[in-house]
């Protein structure tokens, strides 16, 4: 399928539970796979480096004119159940943005970070990284969300309890609830 676009992909594929391997050619979406590890390579440099004005810049601009080609990436991999994280471009680099967000406590990171992936998701660390925001910012409530979702991936109560994020939550009986430690 040399020239496969996201509408021509079979309908046996909603069907599947998982795939582990796949060898798919479409130009659209290897295009757009290397166009993400790309901005990811650059934009992580900025974060790991202590560079959070540039990298808040790199995404918001980034963000602003290809917005549309995270979604369809995000598209692409749920659309072809692709189930190991690692291989979710555009939930890996939205992980890193949500971290962005909780460093800055910066709403409209937040938001760029909601807009890359939508509501599909199965990376554990993408929910974690919610949670910290909004425990940062002092949204209880969908912090919880967040953390029970985090919990249902696969994050063990332990990686809450060591976040310095949730300090303030060690206590509270929602919270040990939610990552089911009491």
């Known amino acids: 399928m040399p020239k496969a676009k996201f ?20 130009e659209e979406y290897n295009q757009l ?9 650059k934009y992580i440099k900025l974060l790991h480096g202590g560079k959070y004005p540039e990298a808040r ?6 963000f602003t004119t290809k917005g549309e080609d995270f979604l369809k990436l995000n598209q692409w ?8 994280s690692y291989y979710r471009k555009a939930e890996a680099f939205a992980t ?6 909780t460093i800055l406590k910066d709403e409209e990171i937040y938001s760029i970070a909601s807009q890359m992936t939508g509501d599909q998701y199965i990376h554990p660390v993408l929910p974690f990284n919610k949670a910290c925001y909004f425990a940062v910012t002092g949204q209880k409530e969908p912090m919880l969300q967040s953390i029970r979702k985090s919990v249902k991936l696969g994050t063990k109560a332990d990686e809450f309890t060591k976040e310095k994020d949730f300090a303030s939550y060690l206590k509270d009986p929602d919270f040990l609830e939610a990552i089911r430690k009491n």
């Not at 509408?7 to 479409?26: G, Q, T």
């Not at 810049?57 to 980034?62: A, M, Q, V």
């Open 33 to 41: 796979t290397k166009w993400c590890e790309f901005e990811y390579s």
């Open 7 to 26: 509408r021509d992909l079979p309908d046996f594929l909603a069907n599947m539970e998982s795939l582990k391997k796949i060898k798919f050619e479409s």
């Open 57 to 62: 810049d790199k995404i918001t601009n980034l």
């Open 96 to 101: 890193v943005v949500y971290a962005l967000a």
């Open 77 to 84: 991999e749920v659309k072809l159940k692709i189930s190991e």
